[in-house]
T-cell receptor
Framework: GAGVSQTPSNKVTEKGKYVELRCDPISGHTALYWYRQSLGQGPEFLIYFQGTGAADDSGLPNDRFFAVRPEGSVSTLKIQRTERGDSAVYLC?????????????FGEGSRLTVL | AQSVTQLGSHVSVSEGALVLLRCNYSSSVPPYLFWYVQYPNQGLQLLLKYTTGATLVKGINGFEAEFKKSETSFHLTKPSAHMSDAAEYFCAVSGGGANNLFFGTGTRLTVIP
């Protein structure tokens, strides 16, 4: 499809386990974002890539969270030693230009449940 | 620093009535302002945005919003609600060359037949 694709759509794991969430952005989009949306809240910024590099990772809550985008396209969000508080919907978005000329296109999200 | 406040986590309107969803922002630089809509089991979709120029912005599905700097507001309106407008609406702000969005907590719109 032509949109932002996220897998898995649902992930249930146990406390302490390692999780990877994948995002496939729209082809040609150089900017990629990860957000986290907890129940009843708006999306919360985690990290932003421009190409292969993390231009802003100030939103990552702690060092258990890490994201990569090795070839400037697909990105993986990695969460180590998961905790129940990590349960949320993780959203990925991509854009071509800056926000003054473009827009963020969002995927449907990966719902993570930590038991 | 930038942030938005959405007044009213839930809004109910009758079909055909005016829709008004409130958003106030805080920004130390000229803001870019956005409204996104999220339908059940779907990704966030851009409704409209204000960057520069005309302060009254028209978006998709008959929605519009007006940037009022003196009131630090960017309220979303639609003259006549339709059942298909039932969704969650998010206001967001960016600016200062930042390539990031800060979202409000959202307003869930219910349309009563």
């Amino acid at each position: 499809g032509a949109g932002v694709s996220q897998t898995p759509s649902n992930k249930v794991t146990e406390k302490g386990k390692y999780v990877e969430l994948r995002c496939d952005p729209i082809s040609g989009h150089t900017a990629l974002y990860w957000y986290r949306q907890s129940l009843g809240q708006g999306p919360e910024f985690l990290i932003y890539f421009q190409g292969t590099g993390a231009a802003d990772d100030s939103g990552l809550p702690n060092d258990r969270f890490f994201a990569v985008r090795p070839e400037g396209s697909v990105s993986t969000l990695k969460i180590q030693r998961t905790e129940r508080g990590d349960s949320a919907v993780y959203l990925c978005a991509s854009s071509f230009g800056g926000l003054n000329t473009g827009e963020l296109f969002f995927g449907e999200g990966s719902r993570l449940t930590v038991l | 620093a930038q942030s938005v406040t959405q007044l009213g986590s839930h809004v109910s309107v009758s079909e055909g009535a005016l829709v008004l969803l409130r958003c106030n922002y805080s920004s130390s630089v000229p803001p870019y302002l956005f409204w996104y809509v999220q339908y059940p089991n779907q990704g966030l979709q851009l409704l409209l945005k204000y960057t520069t120029g005309a302060t009254l912005v028209k978006g998709i599905n008959g929605f519009e919003a007006e940037f009022k700097k003196s009131e630090t507001s960017f309220h979303l309106t639609k003259p006549s609600a339709h059942m298909s407008d039932a969704a969650e609406y998010f206001c967001a702000v960016s600016g200062g060359g930042a390539n990031n969005l800060f979202f409000g907590t959202g307003t869930r719109l219910t349309v009563i037949p």
